[in-house]
Structure formats: structure tokens, C-alpha cells
């Protein structure tokens, strides 16, 4: 790691004005779980750091009766023993449980979770040809690349999405509130925050160099939601794919209405199975409907030469999302 100025300021809008237009020069710093590893391995060399851990607000939960707002600083382990999160968004705060061990949980927060670097072997890796580092080609595209994406189509990068929280918040709705200089601000929906990088100094996401998230709003809607993941291990690893689900009614035989389903860790973005949503439109969820809607999910998949198998585990992740979310039996924890 080289050494580096460390500046800790008090307000979000003092952090803004450290920050400068591009990336590399100055990083920012919450949990520190991605950035400190990323400057072990000398992926990420900022000359300046800016903390974001003396900013009073960020680390606030604000539950009201239309919308939820979560700052950016608050941690993982917060969102996941929240009772009135587990509560109305099953599907963001079991997903939040799942992340890591307790040491990650009780550091990582919802911002860096949201703007954390991809999980790419030739990325992290200083001697490998990478586009996201000023290589010329991407080396998982004829490598090895057993946990990259699977919808790859007009990508010339193939990471696959990293982060988990994204996923839950997406299919219900949520919207980042972002600060840049001069006091602007701007609200996105997460569902167009991300964004596939294919150069150097781009980031897996929209925001700028010079902004920072300060909170996440969920409106409150009272949508039927759950998450399911596939993981080789059962604790301290990284999903394989990932799904979430929400939508209206959809449970008791009732017909669902509005549903959304997204999935992660398939596609350099976050991706909304539109076709396995129509699949379920105004139908009852059943085991029959939910098995349709996972095949529609992975239709127009295009495997690597080594993650062909993902493509089931899509079938899999988005009938078990559903039929969780629908309080149908979990036969595979019989």
C-alpha cells in the first residue's frame, strides 16, 4: 500500500469539496472492506483519502409511513437486525444478513456495498490485461471465468455485478440521493445507477468522481418481497446468482400484480428479468408458475466457455425467490 493523506471531515457537503473530477487521485473511505483491499493489492493508489466516517446523518434509519430512508453510512449489520427492515423488506435485509461474516457486516455499509468494484480475478490482479485498468482487451472473455456473467451480449467487459443490497432495493424501488458540488443534488432510481465499464477511470456505477450517496429511499408500498442466492459456502463467500422479487398480493392464492424480478451476479449490471415478470403477471404464484418464470429469466443467457451452469442456477434462484416471497413450502430445506 502507498502512503496517502487521510482527510476526515464533518460534513457530507466538506467531503464533496475534497473529492476531485476523476477517479484514482482521491478515494473515498466508509467501511473500508473493498477500497483497503483494492490499495493492498496496488489496484487503487489514491494519493488522498476522504473519510466518510465523521459525517453525523449518515448513519441514520428514518422509517415513515409513505418511504424508508437509510443514510450511507449505515452498516450492514445495522440493516439486517433491523426489525422494522425485516419486517417490510425482507428482501434487502436478509440479503444484508447474508453478506460476508460479522466482521464485514459490523464495517461494510449501504453505500460501499452499492459502489464497491467488481469481484474480477484479472481486475484485482496488478499483471493482468484488464479494460478497467487500461488494458487493451478483457482476459476473462478467454480465461478463466467460472463466476462472470452470463448475459453478455454488446458487453466487451464481462464482470458480473457485485453488489448484494442492490438487487432487493432495485425490485422495490428505491432511489439513491446523491450530493455533488456546489450543493446539487439529484435523485436516481437504482434501477439506472449502474452502468457496464468498459475503460479506465470508469466505475461499475453513474456517480460521479466528485459525488457521494448519502441515503437510500424505499417507498413503502406494502409489496410482497423476498431474495434468494446461490453460494458455494454457506458463510463468508461471495452469490454465485442472485434474485430478488417484489410485487403486490401474491400470497393465499391471490393473483400477483406489478412484479418485479431482479437478478445479480449474472450481467455487468444489475438486470431486471423483465420476460420472468410477465411470466407471472396476474397469476397465482405457484411451484408450476414460479419454475415458468426461472426459465423465462434465463432466456437470451450466453455463457463463457466455463459458466454454462450459472444458467440453471438462474431457473433455480429466480422459482425459489418467488415462492418464498409467495410463503410456499422451501422444499430444498426439507
Given at each position: 500500500m502507498k502512503n496517502f493523506t487521510y482527510y476526515r471531515p464533518t460534513t457530507a457537503e466538506q467531503a464533496v469539496a475534497l473529492l476531485e473530477a476523476r477517479f484514482g487521485n482521491t478515494e473515498m473511505l466508509a467501511g473500508g472492506t473493498d477500497l483497503l483491499s483494492l490499495q493492498k493489492d496496488y489496484i487503487a493508489q489514491p494519493a488522498r483519502v476522504v473519510s466518510l466516517n465523521g459525517i453525523a446523518g449518515l448513519n441514520t434509519i428514518t422509517i415513515g409511513q409513505r418511504s424508508v430512508t437509510i443514510g450511507a453510512g449505515v452498516t450492514l449489520a445495522a440493516i439486517a437486525g433491523h426489525v422494522q427492515l425485516s419486517r417490510l423488506f425482507p428482501a434487502l435485509a436478509s440479503a444484508a444478513g447474508e453478506i460476508g461474516g460479522p466482521q464485514i457486516r459490523n464495517m461494510g455499509t449501504l453505500g460501499g456495498n452499492?459502489?464497491?468494484r467488481n469481484r474480477c480475478w484479472y481486475f484485482r490482479d496488478e499483471h493482468s490485461p484488464c479494460l478497467l485498468r487500461g488494458g487493451n482487451?478483457?482476459?476473462?472473455?478467454?480465461?478463466?471465468?467460472?463466476?462472470?456473467?452470463?448475459?453478455?451480449?454488446?458487453?466487451?467487459?464481462?464482470?458480473?455485478?457485485?453488489?448484494?443490497?442492490?438487487?432487493?432495493?432495485?425490485?422495490?424501488?428505491?432511489?439513491?440521493?446523491?450530493?455533488?458540488?456546489?450543493?446539487?443534488?439529484?435523485?436516481?432510481?437504482?434501477?439506472?445507477?449502474?452502468?457496464?465499464?468498459?475503460?479506465?477511470?470508469?466505475?461499475?456505477?453513474?456517480?460521479?468522481?466528485?459525488?457521494?450517496?448519502?441515503?437510500?429511499?424505499?417507498?413503502?408500498?406494502?409489496?410482497?418481497?423476498?431474495?434468494?442466492?446461490?453460494?458455494?459456502?454457506?458463510?463468508?463467500?461471495?452469490?454465485?446468482?442472485?434474485?430478488?422479487?417484489?410485487?403486490?398480493?401474491?400470497?393465499?392464492?391471490?393473483?400477483?400484480?406489478?412484479?418485479?424480478?431482479?437478478?445479480?451476479?449474472v450481467a455487468p449490471t444489475p438486470m431486471i428479468a423483465e420476460a420472468a415478470g410477465r411470466a407471472v403477471e396476474n397469476r397465482a404464484i405457484t411451484a408450476v408458475a414460479a419454475?415458468?418464470?426461472?426459465?423465462?429469466?434465463?432466456?437470451?443467457?450466453?455463457?463463457?466457455?466455463?459458466?454454462?451452469?450459472?444458467?440453471?442456477?438462474?431457473?433455480?434462484?429466480?422459482?425459489?425467490?418467488?415462492?418464498?416471497?409467495?410463503?410456499?413450502?422451501?422444499?430444498?430445506?426439507?
Open positions: 452499492l459502489c464497491q482487451r478483457c482476459s476473462a472473455i478467454e480465461g478463466e471465468n467460472k463466476y462472470h456473467a452470463i448475459f453478455t451480449a454488446n458487453h466487451r467487459c464481462v464482470i458480473a455485478s457485485p453488489s448484494t443490497l442492490a438487487t432487493g432495493l432495485i425490485a422495490l424501488g428505491a432511489s439513491a440521493e446523491i450530493l455533488g458540488p456546489q450543493n446539487r443534488r439529484r435523485t436516481v432510481e437504482l434501477a439506472k445507477f449502474y452502468r457496464a465499464p468498459a475503460a479506465a477511470n470508469e466505475r461499475e456505477h453513474t456517480l460521479a468522481a466528485n459525488e457521494l450517496i448519502t441515503s437510500v429511499t424505499i417507498p413503502v408500498r406494502g409489496l410482497t418481497n423476498a431474495a434468494y442466492e446461490v453460494r458455494q459456502k454457506q458463510s463468508s463467500d461471495w452469490p454465485i446468482v442472485q434474485c430478488a422479487v417484489a410485487f403486490s398480493a401474491g400470497r393465499n392464492g391471490e393473483k400477483a400484480t406489478g412484479v418485479r424480478i431482479v437478478l445479480s451476479h419454475t415458468a418464470a426461472g426459465r423465462a429469466a434465463a432466456e437470451g443467457a450466453k455463457p463463457l466457455s466455463q459458466n454454462g451452469y450459472k444458467v440453471r442456477l438462474v431457473e433455480v434462484a429466480v422459482k425459489r425467490a418467488l415462492m418464498i416471497a409467495a410463503g410456499l413450502p422451501r422444499y430444498w430445506e426439507a
